[in-house]
């Protein structure tokens, strides 16, 4: 069986990951999104039955996430993925985990100013979080075959910039 392909855009909070995985799925309708927050929920809801008992899943969540990521593309499921790199040792574990895998890295960017506005147009988070995500983020020598900015390039000029870097690479 073929392996499923994988666009993985990493960037701080708030950067416009969703929305432009969101945007590349409209686009790609043989991909799927696969979010870092979405699959945290869903660790969060496991753990919710052991509280008193403290963590159950003795791993970081990440560490889960890269493996089900290498499961979707062995069984040749092409995803969007989500991610946030918040140290060297998760980006390691992906790469170690999926280094044979056909994957698309891209940076996803914008400026302090625009995180802190769209943190406070969300509401959903605190206002800070992407400033302080951005003392460890882009800082391990990453290689990314395509960087975008949010803020500066409309998500429909983002998508196409992908979409042609996917079908000259992979």
Do not use: W
Not at 51 to 78: A, M, Q, W
Not at 119 to 128: A, L, S, T, V, Y
Not at 142 to 153: A, I, R
């Amino acid at each position: 069986m073929t392996l499923g392909k994988i666009i993985l855009l990493n960037g701080v909070s708030s950067s416009g990951k969703s929305t432009l995985s969101k945007a590349l799925a409209e686009r790609l309708k043989d991909y799927f999104h696969f979010s870092i927050d979405e699959f945290d929920y869903v660790v969060e809801t496991m753990e919710e039955r052991g509280v008193e008992k403290g963590r159950l899943i003795p791993v970081p969540t990440e560490y889960l996430f890269h493996d089900n990521i290498r499961i979707f593309s062995n069984y040749g499921v092409n995803l969007i993925v989500d991610q946030i790199f918040i140290d060297k040792e998760t980006m390691e574990d992906f790469f170690k985990k999926l280094h044979d895998y056909p994957i698309l890295f891209i940076g996803v960017h914008c400026s302090v100013v625009e995180l802190e506005r769209r943190e406070k147009q969300r509401g959903d988070r605190p206002i800070g979080q992407a400033k302080s995500q951005l003392q460890f983020f882009h800082q391990h020598n990453e290689v990314y075959d395509l960087q975008v900015n949010t803020e500066v390039e409309p998500i429909e000029d983002c998508v196409n910039k992908i979409i042609s870097l996917l079908e000259d690479r992979i």
